[in-house]
C-alpha cells in the first residue's frame, strides 16, 4: 500500500512539474482546413530544417474540441467571441474559381462564353428571384460540400447567400472530394481555390478540369482578355493587381489560444508569419492586404513576450 501511494505521489509530481518520459514538450499539433495542409507542410519541413527538435505534425480536423490543438487553420472571417480569445495571423488569401469537367458542354460552351454574375447565381443558388440566363444548358451537375467549411461559407457569402442556399450535389469530406466527383462526372461543374484547380508543379490547369473564365469588372460580359487567363501565374497577377468582381476571396488565418503555454507553437507561429509569403504564389494563394500581416506580426510578438 505503502509502495503504490508513493508511485501515485511520484506520478502527481511529474504531472506538475512536466511531461512524462517519452511525451516531447516540443510537440505542436495543426489542424483545420485541409486544402492548405500541402503549404503548411512545406513550412513544417522548412521549419524543422532549422529547429530539428521541434515534432510539428497535422491532424485531420474531427469533431474534436479545437481547443486541444495548438494552433488552428482557418479559411473565413470569424465572428467577434473566438476573436476575444484567440491571436489570429492572417497569412495570405485564397480566391474560388468556376470550375468544369472538361468534357462537359458546360465546359466547351462556358469556357468561351465565361459568367456574368446573373449567370453565376442561376448556376449555383437557389434563388427564384434571380434573373434567368435562358441560354444556360440543362445537362449540368453542380457539386459543392456536404459540410459547414471555409470555402462554400466563403462561396455563398460573396455573392449575397447561405451555404445551405447553393445548389446541387452535397460531397462529404474535404474540398479536393469535389474535385474528385467532378472528374467522375462528365456533366460537373463547382466552385475551388487556385490552389486545387491549378497543377502545383507545373502552375497549369489539372489534367480533366476546365477553368471557366469570369466577368472581372462585372460590365455584364466577358473580354477577351479575362478569357486569357489560363494559368495559375495569370489569375494570380489579375487578382493582385487589381480589384476584382464575381471572384470571391478570403484570408487564411492561422490562430493560437492567448492561454496556450506551448513555447514551440508560439515560436513556429512567429516563423510563419516571418517567412510564409514567399511560398503563396507556388500553392495558389494571394498576398494579403499592405500591413496587415505587419499588424497581425506585432500582435503575436506581444504574445511571445508573456
Known sequence: MKIAKSVLAALGLLALNGPVSGQSSNEVVITGVRFAYPIVEKWISDYKAI??????????????????????????????????KREYVSLGRYALLPVANSKSVFAKEYSEKGLTEKTYKQLFFHDIYAEKDKALPENYTVYTRLQKAGAPV?????????????????????????????????????????????????????EGLTVIPVDLDG?????????????????ITALESQKVKNVPVEYIHFSID??????????FLLWVADNAEKDLHNFGYLKGESGRLTEDKEKLESLLRK
Open 258 to 267: 492567448r492561454q496556450n503555454t506551448n513555447p514551440e507553437a508560439k515560436k
Open 219 to 235: 460590365n455584364g460580359k466577358v473580354s477577351k482578355e479575362e478569357k486569357a487567363l489560363g494559368n495559375r501565374e495569370a489569375w
Open 51 to 84: 529547429n530539428p527538435q521541434a515534432n510539428i505534425r497535422i491532424e485531420n480536423r474531427t469533431i474534436t474540441d479545437p481547443q486541444k490543438y495548438d494552433l488552428l487553420i482557418e479559411a473565413y472571417e470569424l465572428n467577434k467571441e473566438p476573436k476575444e
Open 154 to 206: 466563403t462561396f455563398a457569402k460573396y455573392f449575397g447567400y447561405e451555404q445551405q442556399q447553393i445548389k446541387g450535389k452535397s460531397i462529404a469530406g474535404a474540398d479536393e472530394h469535389l474535385i474528385k466527383a467532378l472528374l467522375k462526372d462528365e456533366t460537373g461543374v463547382t466552385y475551388t481555390t487556385i490552389g486545387l484547380a491549378y497543377d502545383a508543379k507545373t502552375g497549369q490547369t489539372v
